[in-house]
């Protein structure tokens, strides 16, 4: 369906590298620094660009897992991808 989330999808090389790209984002958002970061799946829906709602584990205390929400701009802007907001979840 044009403009809803796409279903769960395991990343490939592409996707790591912008998810790993924006690591240091993400844990300035969060606060925190983790010693381990992996990315467990994400969705992506379609809009002016592209928004990816990854799902990444990481150890730290209390929080296990973490949701990111990543804004990759159209390509023609040349503009960075932007991680939007970080949430933690239990699982």
């Not at 690591?23 to 928004?51: D, L, P, W």
Request: with cysteine; glycine share 6%.
């Amino acid at each position: 369906m044009l403009g809803a989330h796409s279903d769960a999808q395991q990343p490939d090389a592409e996707m790591l590298e912008l998810f790993m790209g924006c690591r240091a984002a993400i844990e300035e958002k969060s606060g925190h620094n983790y010693n381990t970061f992996e990315v467990v799946g994400y969705t992506k829906q379609v809009v002016a660009g592209m928004i990816y709602h990854v799902h990444i584990r990481v150890a730290h205390e209390a929080h296990e897992h973490l949701w990111a929400k990543i804004f990759k701009p159209l390509p023609h802007t040349g503009l960075p991808a932007e991680v939007q907001v970080v949430q933690f979840t239990a699982f």
